[in-house]
């Protein structure tokens, strides 16, 4: 079989559709209507699966944060590790959304403008709430911020992990987004739902993450404490 050269062809389509005025969104819609009578799928390119650190790796750039004695670095770590939460919704975190009594912290405006609340260990509790009375003594609007009462930026806080990295001695740095990936994927292995995951994830819609923090929230909250008092660190 021998076919028309694509130019050609678009020549020859033009001459169908010029009297249709077409802009872009009416040749999309047309394509795509045009896709399915011919039973043509869009290749898809398939997503490589993120590098999730070992237990072995977290402990080791753990124990690299906890021996350099700077707490307010360590609390950033275990922040990250505990919540999953994106490093740019970390440093936007203030001392107002977090809620000690009931062990859970505010994400305002997250990834697509979203909003919800992921929750922190029990255990957790006592040395971040240290954290939030110092850091209320020094009059600071956000729960970390740097030596110039500035919030941490997101480069900041990546050259934060790439440091502690090289200091632990890690064939691989870890980047503060695979902590999001191992406790994810550590919740999901322990036989959580999806749907009690998904509220703390980020990646539902308004709307539906709205439904799912009523339904499942509570639920959720006590089966992550319940799973996170196994938790390695």
């Known amino acids: 079989m021998t076919r028309t050269p694509p130019r050609k062809k678009a020549k020859q389509l033009a001459r169908y559709l010029r ?15 045009l896709r399915e009578q011919l039973d043509i799928a869009v290749p898809r390119t398939p997503k490589s699966l993120p590098r999730v650190p070992d237990v072995d790796e977290l402990k080791q750039l753990h124990e690299a944060f906890w021996q ?22 970390l440093v936007q975190v203030r001392l107002q959304d977090v809620d000690l009594q009931q062990h859970q912290i505010r994400i305002q405006s997250g990834k697509g403008n ?26 600071a609007t956000f729960l970390f911020e740097s030596n110039r009462q500035a919030p941490y930026s997101e480069r900041g806080i990546r050259k934060m992990f790439a440091r502690y990295s090289q200091q632990a001695q ?21 036989g959580i739902d999806d749907a009690l ?37």
């Open 19 to 33: 009297d249709e005025q077409p802009d872009y969104a009416y040749l999309k819609s047309v394509f795509k209507h």
């Open 68 to 89: 350099s004695g700077r707490t307010q670095d360590m609390l950033i770590f275990r922040t990250l590790l505990y919540t999953g939460v994106r490093v740019g919704e």
């Open 114 to 139: 979203k909003d919800r609340i992921v929750p922190f260990p029990v255990s957790f509790r006592e040395i971040l709430a240290v954290h939030v009375e110092k850091m209320t003594q020094q009059r």
């Open 170 to 190: 890690l064939e691989q740095a870890i980047s503060p987004h695979q902590l999001r990936h191992f406790l994810l994927l550590w919740l999901k292995k322990q």
């Open 197 to 233: 995951i998904q509220p703390y994830s980020g990646h539902a819609s308004r709307q539906s993450l709205e439904v799912y923090s009523q339904l499942a929230l509570r639920e959720a909250q006590q089966s992550y404490d319940l799973f996170m008092k196994e938790f390695p660190l």
